[in-house]
Each structure stands twice: as C-alpha cells, then as structure tokens.
C-alpha cells in the first residue's frame, strides 16, 4: 500500500513538472531588451501545445509596470495586433499567460523592449535663401 501511494505521489509529481514546464509561451517578438522596436508593431509567441486559451498584459514602464494592462482576455491566439501604434522612445513590458482546458493559468516570463526614437529632421538656413535638410536618429 506504501508503494502504490508513493507510486501515486511522484506520478502527480512529475505530470505537474511537465505541464508546468511545457505550459510557457517561447519565442516571443519583440524578444526580451530588444531595443529599436518599430512602433507599428505587432507582438508574437508561440504557445504550448496544451494551451485553449491565452491572456495576453501590456504596459509601458513609465505609466506604471504593476497593473500590468490586460489586452487579451481567454482567446486562442498567438499575435496581439496594438490599436494604432506604440508609442516613440517608450519602455514596454509584456506577459502572456497560458491557460490548458482545464483552465490551469500559467504566468508567464515577462518581456521588455523598447521602441525606436524618431526620425528628427533639422532645417538649417544659410545666408542668402540656402536650405540643408538633414535627418537623424
């Protein structure tokens, strides 16, 4: 009876350890400290093969990083498409979190990167009528 117990303990053991381990969304885009981002950026992973459903958090560091905004609620997804773009010059945190069909949530890693600084074009007027444009970064 000792046997079929311990049996039965480090079965639920390790069955836990795999669903944990593969219940992690990979592969994120942008990837973690990921800098340049363009701001009409859409945000992709991968999701476990277990995974129904996923809740997907955004928030830029500056606002505030806790509460993390919830953008995507319980769908079966693997892209989040923002509404009009990112934000320039701007720190970004995301998570997306599984769920299996037996509605066990895993949180996930979160990721950070930050989008690229505008294009800044200079007008420098020289004597007489002369214009130079220039454009930078």
Same mark, same amino acid.
């Given at each position: ?26 592969n994120p885009n942008p990837n973690d400290g990921v800098t340049d981002v363009d701001i009409p950026s859409n945000l992709t ?36 498409? *923002? ?34 600084? *505008? ?19």
């Amino acid at each position: 009876m000792k046997r079929l117990i311990l049996f039965i303990v480090l079965s639920i053991l390790f069955t836990i350890q795999t669903c944990s381990a593969a219940m992690i969304a990979t592969n994120p885009n942008p990837n973690d400290g990921v800098t340049d981002v363009d701001i009409p950026s859409n945000l992709t992973w991968e999701n476990s093969n277990q995974t129904v459903y996923v809740d997907v958090y955004l928030n830029d560091v500056v606002e505030n990083l806790f509460p993390v905004v919830q953008v995507i609620n319980h769908l079966n997804v693997s892209i989040y498409d *923002p509404p009009g773009n990112l934000d320039y010059d701007t720190s970004y945190v995301w998570r997306v979190d599984l769920i299996n069909n037996g509605g066990i949530s895993t949180i996930g890693k979160e990721w950070r990167f930050r989008t690229q600084v *505008p294009e800044i074009s200079t007008i420098i007027l020289l004597g007489f009528g002369t214009l130079i444009f220039t454009g930078r970064r």
